[in-house]
């Protein structure tokens, strides 16, 4: 259920609660950046070029909102690989994960990361 919850109430919703955790073992992951933070929530930018990665990075509970079409490779903590093709205006709900990513369309990947943190 990717579209469970529209953009109109995702992003709201992650100003009105706060912003996220996405840090690698050496601080903000490349291509992530903070757009907003409070005690609640963190909300992120992402965008990486064609061919572009990022390094693992951690993130709690969050809804990702694709803002362009991409095709991306994440490879988890567990050396899982998963590729995901993702179209603008998509919503998907994430677990926490540790992860790093890997832009492997040919359009640049954009999309807002809303992370809840703990209470």
Do not use: C
């Amino acid at each position: 259920m990717k579209r469970s919850i529209g953009f109109a109430l995702a992003i709201p919703l992650g100003f009105a609660l706060g912003v996220s955790f996405a840090q690698s073992r050496e601080g903000n992951s490349a291509g992530l950046t903070v757009k907003f933070e409070n005690e609640r929530v963190r909300v992120l930018e992402l965008r990486l070029q064609p061919g572009e990665r990022e390094q693992q990075h951690t993130h709690p509970q969050y809804v990702l909102y694709a803002l362009t079409d991409y095709r991306v490779r994440n490879i988890s903590a567990d050396g899982t690989v998963r590729t995901f093709q993702r179209r603008a205006g998509d919503v998907f709900w994430g677990e926490p994960i540790t992860h790093g990513g890997q832009n492997v369309g040919t359009t640049e990947l954009r999309a807002l990361i809303v992370e809840l943190k703990p209470h």
